[in-house]
């Protein structure tokens, strides 16, 4: 492979949206949302790279109650805005008036689908979920065309954007899952909740057991007493079972103030039995809601480990506001887009002794969404990553056995069959990606197209 290779002028030819139906087998509950049911979204489109004709793909699950957490929306309004999302972002994209790199494309167009959404009344965080989704498989098109997987065609420059050439890209073997506790799962086989009874972990107790884990991401509530008691209970499964782990905690924007943020931090500092727990606590993510975090310093609350952004990362901007205000990092999710993540990325190799970039989840799925969001965090150096859609998903759910088994042919190692059912294959708490390294971003298999339902 070349050192570099020129950007290439793309021509967007059509772009068809889908989406499935997806069933939980767990409730999710993170902030004041539960989550059981929504649909999974998915992009075909088909580009045109000196004179040849290629297919590009990617997909993201629908979340409710984290893009627009208005409590007068129900979760079918909040999947109508992504769908909304998409749709802008298809005819801006489909508007395009000159070949340009995937880079302009998603400067010109995605931005002016931004701006368009916007306009309708979608949050920006809501509206940059079509611009991501089609960047997304715009990059995989492009990589394919060029023949070369993300972390090498992205480094060789193939995007066109100004990160890369920056950055020391990486192609790990492996990465740590990061396993979601959220506010609703059940720690002890004695807690009440949901049985599903289907042969997968139930329990934080049993998933630690199955699966080897050492990395833990935990739901708050913001509510002192109720997470006092959960974080000690906690706090005592993982020092008896997890060996040398390692947590981060999530406040999904649950706090009132920053003056309430601090208060609850000393409140955790005077419990003995979660001495063990801090200790091993790496960072706290988005604490504050979006519409305070960039508008209150934290510096001074007294939070002995990085505070990082999450919903608040709804513009490039956002990184250089809340490094101002105490902040320290940021995540990547690719939800959020891939250029952000790189810029992301490039920032946080400014000042690394200082500043981090996280890896968290939109409950990503089996298949496309959950490879492509995985390879993107470790190729930036994310050495653990939240992974939940295995956990509250039972395999590829509802897709066909055909698609499943395809997938799981073609990535083995990242998937497995136990019982025949394939299913993200977790090992010693880790997650191989050797398989991951094909031309494209992250898949050499591909959704039965005619098993989804059209987003027209």
Not at 68 to 78: A, G, R, V, W
Not at 314 to 335: H, P
Request: with cysteine.
């Amino acid at each position: 492979m070349p050192a570099s290779t020129p950007a290439m002028p793309v021509r967007l030819r059509s772009i068809t949206l889908y989406q499935r139906h997806v069933t939980l087998r767990l409730p999710f509950r993170f902030g004041a949302a539960t989550v059981t049911q929504c649909p999974q979204a998915f992009v075909r489109l088909e580009l045109e790279v000196n004179g040849r004709t290629w297919e590009g793909m990617a997909a993201e699950l629908m979340v409710p109650k984290w893009f627009d957490k208005s409590p007068s929306l129900t979760h079918e309004q909040n999947f109508e805005q992504l769908r909304e999302a998409l749709r802008t972002a298809r005819a801006a994209y489909l508007e395009a008036g000159m070949p340009m790199t995937p880079f302009a494309l998603s400067q010109t167009q995605g931005e002016a689908a931004i701006d368009v959404a916007v306009a309708k009344g979608l949050p920006r965080l809501a509206a940059q979920f079509g611009p991501a989704l089609l960047d997304k498989a715009v990059a995989d098109a492009v990589l394919r065309a060029a023949e070369l997987d993300w972390t090498r065609g992205v480094a060789a420059g193939v995007l066109g954007d100004p990160w890369s050439a920056q950055l020391q890209l990486r192609a790990p073997g492996h990465v740590w899952l990061r396993h979601t506790v959220g506010l609703a799962d059940r720690i002890l086989a004695g807690d009440t909740g949901a049985s599903p009874g289907d042969g997968l972990p139930e329990t934080l107790e049993d998933a630690i057991a199955t699966y080897g884990l050492r990395y833990f991401k935990i739901k708050l509530s913001g509510q002192l007493d109720a997470d006092l008691e959960r974080l000690q209970r906690i706090a005592g499964l993982l020092q008896r079972t997890a060996g040398e782990y390692r947590a981060t905690l999530d406040g999904n924007e649950t706090f009132a103030s920053a003056e309430a943020l601090g208060a609850f931090w000393r409140a955790l500092h005077a419990q003995a039995p979660l001495q063990d727990l801090l200790a091993h606590t790496l960072l706290l993510e988005q604490p504050l809601p979006r519409h305070l975090a960039l508008a209150e310093p934290i510096a001074g609350l007294g939070i002995d480990v990085p505070v990082i952004l999450d919903e608040s990362d709804d513009q490039a901007g956002v990184l250089a506001q809340g490094i101002a205000l105490g902040y320290r990092g940021i995540s990547s999710k690719a939800c959020k887009g891939i250029y952000r993540s790189l810029h992301s990325a490039w920032r946080v190799t400014q000042e690394p002794q200082r500043l981090l970039l996280s890896g968290e989840d939109l409950t990503c799925q089996a298949g496309l969404a959950v490879q492509q969001d995985t390879l993107l965090a470790a190729s930036l150096g994310v050495t653990h990553i939240e992974r939940n859609g295995h956990h509250y998903v039972d395999g590829f759910g509802t897709a066909p056995a055909a698609e499943s088994d395809a997938f799981a042919q073609a990535h083995a190692g990242f998937y497995h069959a136990p019982q025949g059912r394939p299913r993200l294959r977790v090992h010693s708490g880790q997650l191989q990606l050797a398989t991951l390294y094909v031309p494209g971003f992250a898949t050499a298999a591909a959704p039965l197209w005619d098993s989804l339902d059209l987003i027209h």
